[in-house]
C-alpha cells in the first residue's frame, strides 16, 4: 500500500532551513509544475484572491507533487467546511487570512486535524487516496502529523493576540500579511510607514520568542534577504508580480533604440 506523501515542506523548516513560496492565485497546473521544477519549496495556492474552485485546486495539488513541491491553499474565510473541501483535495495544508485571536487559530487547526487533534470529517477523497492507501487508522495519524495550519496575521487584534496564536498546539507558524495589516492601521498601501512597521517588529518578536517560523510575501523588485535578515524563515512571490516585472523590463529593452 502506499504511505501517505511527506510533507518535505515541514521538514525543511524542522531543519531550521529557508523556504521559498510560489503563489499562483489563476487555474494553471502548468504553472504549478514549472514551480516545481525552478526549485520552489512549495504551491501558495490562493483561493481567496483568485477564481479558484476547489477542482481547480486539486488540479493544482496534483501538479506540485507531480515536481516535488508542498502545496498549501490559501482559503477564503475560517470556515470549517470550506477547510474540509479544499484539504480534501490532498492540500498538504492551509493558510487562514485575518486570525485575530488564539480561539480563531483553534478552529483553523480542528478543521484541518482529524480526531483527536481536530473534527475534520473523514472520507476516501483524494486526500487519502480515495480510500485504497494505508488502513484509515493509519492515514489519520500520518494526516494529523503531516498538515500544516499557518494563520496570516494582518489586522491590529491579530497584532496584539500573536504570541497566544503562536502558542496554539497545531499551528506551524504564522504569516504577515503587511498590506492588509497597512489597510487596518489606516495607511493602505502604505507598508512602510512607521506605524505599519512598529507593528510588524512586534510580531516578529512575537516569532522570536516562539521559536516558529514566520514567512511574508515578497514585492515585485524587493529582494528576499531583506525579509531573512528580518527573521522570516519563509518568503512568498506571487507570479503576477514577477511576470509584471519581467514583462516590462523586456518591454523597455525592446524598445531601447541604443540597443
Known amino acids: 500500500m502506499p504511505a501517505m506523501r511527506k510533507n518535505t515542506l515541514k521538514e525543511k523548516l524542522a531543519a531550521g532551513k529557508r523556504v521559498c513560496g ?56 475560517n470556515e470549517p467546511s470550506l477547510i474540509l473541501r479544499y484539504m480534501d483535495t490532498g492540500a498538504a495544508g492551509v493558510i487562514v487570512p485575518g486570525v485575530r485571536s488564539a480561539g480563531e487559530a483553534e478552529q483553523a487547526v480542528a478543521a484541518v486535524k482529524y480526531y483527536p487533534a481536530g473534527s475534520r470529517g473523514l472520507n476516501a477523497v483524494r486526500a487519502c487516496d480515495y ?70 517588529a512586534e510580531i516578529m518578536e512575537a516569532v522570536r520568542q516562539s521559536g516558529k517560523p514566520a514567512g511574508s510575501v515578497v514585492r515585485a523588485g524587493e529582494e528576499p534577504d531583506k525579509y531573512f535578515r528580518e527573521g522570516c524563515r ?21 524598445k531601447d533604440p541604443m540597443r
Request: with cysteine.
Open 131 to 200: 480510500g485504497m492507501g494505508m488502513p484509515m487508522k493509519e492515514y489519520v495519524a500520518a494526516a494529523n502529523r503531516e498538515t500544516m495550519v499557518w494563520p496570516i496575521i494582518e489586522n491590529a487584534e491579530g497584532v496584539k493576540h500573536a504570541r497566544e496564536i503562536l502558542a496554539v498546539e497545531g499551528v506551524d507558524g504564522i504569516i504577515i500579511g503587511s498590506g492588509d495589516l497597512a489597510q487596518d492601521l489606516g495607511f493602505p498601501g502604505q507598508a512602510g510607514q512607521p506605524e505599519v512597521q512598529a507593528a510588524i
Open 234 to 254: 519563509m518568503v512568498i512571490v506571487f507570479v503576477y508580480g514577477m511576470l509584471a516585472q519581467a514583462a516590462e523590463a523586456f518591454v523597455r529593452q525592446a
Open 22 to 77: 510560489f503563489g499562483l492565485p489563476a487555474p494553471l497546473p502548468a504553472l504549478a509544475e514549472i514551480a516545481g521544477l525552478a526549485g520552489f519549496d512549495f504551491l501558495f495556492i490562493d483561493a481567496e484572491h483568485g477564481p479558484l474552485s476547489e477542482a481547480d485546486c486539486q488540479a493544482l495539488v496534483t501538479a506540485a507533487e507531480l515536481r516535488g513541491g508542498t502545496p498549501l491553499v490559501r482559503v477564503r474565510q
